[in-house]
């Protein structure tokens, strides 16, 4: 009887661990689009950092825009990728609302 509750309790231990797990390995780029083509997006932080991602069959592009062949220059998207590839894939793409620059009112 011993044995079947400690069995039980790792079942969900792992059920529980698991998804954790496989969610941990996506990492969240944000920024402007700098530069689109078909199958590459670069993105600008405005941080000093331009990260590359590619387009794959299972990438998805929500928010604002819903297809890839849309995203523009200037676009503020958040790509999930996964931090194993390389080159970095693009998953999943959300487009937000533009930003308005930061900076001093000149009249």
């Known amino acids: 009887m011993r044995r079947i509750v400690l069995t039980g309790g790792l079942l969900a231990l792992l059920a529980l661990a698991l998804p954790a797990v496989a969610s941990?390995?996506?990492r969240e780029f944000s920024g402007k689009v700098d530069k689109v083509s078909d199958n590459k997006l670069i993105v600008d932080n405005r941080m000093g950092d331009k990260v590359?991602?590619?387009k794959?069959?299972?990438t998805v592009?929500?928010?604002q825009k819903t297809e890839w062949k849309k995203l523009d220059k200037d676009d503020w998207v958040t790509v999930s990728w996964k931090m194993m590839d390389k080159p970095?894939?693009?998953y999943k793409v959300v487009v937000a609302p533009p930003k308005e620059e930061a900076g001093e009112e000149v009249e």
């Open 24 to 26: 941990a390995q996506y």
């Open 52 to 54: 590359t991602f590619m």
């Open 56 to 58: 794959v069959d299972a």
């Open 61 to 63: 592009v929500e928010g």
């Open 88 to 90: 970095r894939k693009a």
